[in-house]
Structure formats: structure tokens, C-alpha cells
């Protein structure tokens, strides 16, 4: 969990072709969370990589988990879904290997959106004694080690209540339908503006 940073930003996509996000009126904006990791192996080489971190016997922590449940139902994400309890030195390696990242976890406080999008820049004082790592010592760790600066993005979705064995919070729910609304959608306004620039 970490404080809301109000500032959004313009994300870097690479170039592959994304199907469309097909909305249906009155669908249900509450999504079940389910402790079961689930990869999408579609190429030999995963250009994209979800990181949804969390925790869903901690209430509003298993904002992560929910949202890469979200994404797995829309069928629309090219690349591969992991769902860490918390990252670790190790995860750096996969990150190598990827051309762009992006860590989703629930956030402290609260935004407008209900939600904050925004760039995840290598940072962090890091030694090979820790055993969990923020997103941006992941990055600085993939530099370090592997000599690569894959684009990161981190993803903190609003929630409020942290209880052990307690249901994901209403308000957590709908700040959760939010970020799957904004997330999914912009990867057909990419390939959309990528078009007309040919």
C-alpha cells in the first residue's frame, strides 16, 4: 500500500495489435478475486507484463488480485498476468525480459479518480538481503543486474479499510471498476492513434 500520487501521465505502448473492449450496459462493476496465478504464454518473447500485487484475505489489499481478474476476463491483455504477494529481487529477471511493465497495487488515501496512473522511474537503495522490493527498486534492480530499462508504469488503486478476513470495501470496489474502465480501453486508443499517423 502506498499514498496516492495525484500525477497522471502519458504511457509508451509497444506496437501490437489489441482488440477492443466491448462494454455491455448494465453489467456488474464487482469483481470476485481468486487466489489462483494464471499466465498467458501467446509468444516466446512477453512484450507486456502486469504485476497486480496483493493480498485478498486483507480486505481492500486484494485490490490487485481483483484487477487481474478483470483484465484476464476481458481477453484483451497480450501479455502475462503475475500475482506476487509481494515483489521480490527475483522478479527483476522477468522484467529483463519484457519491453514494458506495469506494477498494479492498492494506495492509501484517496484522488478524484479514484485511482493514479503514473511512471515508474528506477529508485531505491537496494541490497540482496531484502526480501520485498517497491516497484521502482524492482526497475533500478533490472538495470543493475541485467543492464536493461524496460518502460514502467504503476498503476495504485484507492482503498481504505485493511482488515483480515473481511470483504473488499464498496468504496474499493468502485474506484477498482474505474481503473479497469481507464486501463483497458486505452490500448485500443493507442493502436487508434497509431493508425492515423500512418
Known amino acids: 500500500m502506498r499514498n496516492i500520487n495525484h500525477k497522471q501521465i502519458q504511457m509508451e505502448m509497444p506496437s501490437k495489435s489489441l482488440c477492443s473492449l466491448a462494454r455491455k450496459p448494465g453489467g456488474s462493476n464487482e469483481v470476485e478475486a481468486e487466489a489462483v496465478v494464471r499466465f498467458r504464454n501467446d509468444s ?3 512484450v507486456l ?4 500485487i496483493g493480498n485478498i484475505a486483507r480486505q481492500d489489499d486484494g485490490l490487485g488480485w481483483a484487477f487481474a481478474d ?11 498476468i503475475f500475482r506476487p504477494y509481494q515483489l521480490n529481487i527475483e522478479d527483476a529477471e522477468a522484467c529483463s525480459q519484457a519491453d514494458t511493465v506495469i506494477f498494479v497495487d492498492a494506495a492509501t488515501g484517496n484522488s478524484k479518480q479514484g485511482f493514479a496512473f503514473e511512471k515508474c522511474e528506477p529508485d531505491g537503495e537496494i541490497t540482496f538481503t531484502t526480501h520485498a522490493l517497491l516497484p521502482n527498486a524492482i526497475i533500478a534492480l533490472t538495470n543493475d543486474l541485467y ?3 524496460p518502460n514502467a508504469y504503476l498503476l495504485k488503486i484507492s ?6 478476513g473481511k470483504e473488499m470495501t464498496p ?3 468502485e474506484n477498482l471498476r474505474r481503473a479497469v474502465s ?3 480501453p486505452f490500448f485500443d486508443r493507442q493502436e487508434k492513434a497509431k493508425g ?3
Open 70 to 80: 478483470a483484465i484476464e476476463q476481458s481477453n484483451c491483455f497480450p501479455g502475462e
Open 147 to 149: 543492464g536493461k530499462y
Open 171 to 173: 468504496f474499493a470496489k
Open 196 to 198: 492515423k499517423n500512418v
Open 44 to 46: 516466446s518473447k512477453p
Open 159 to 164: 482503498g481504505k479499510e485493511w482488515e483480515l
Open 182 to 184: 481507464f486501463f483497458l
Open 49 to 52: 507484463l502486469l504485476f497486480c
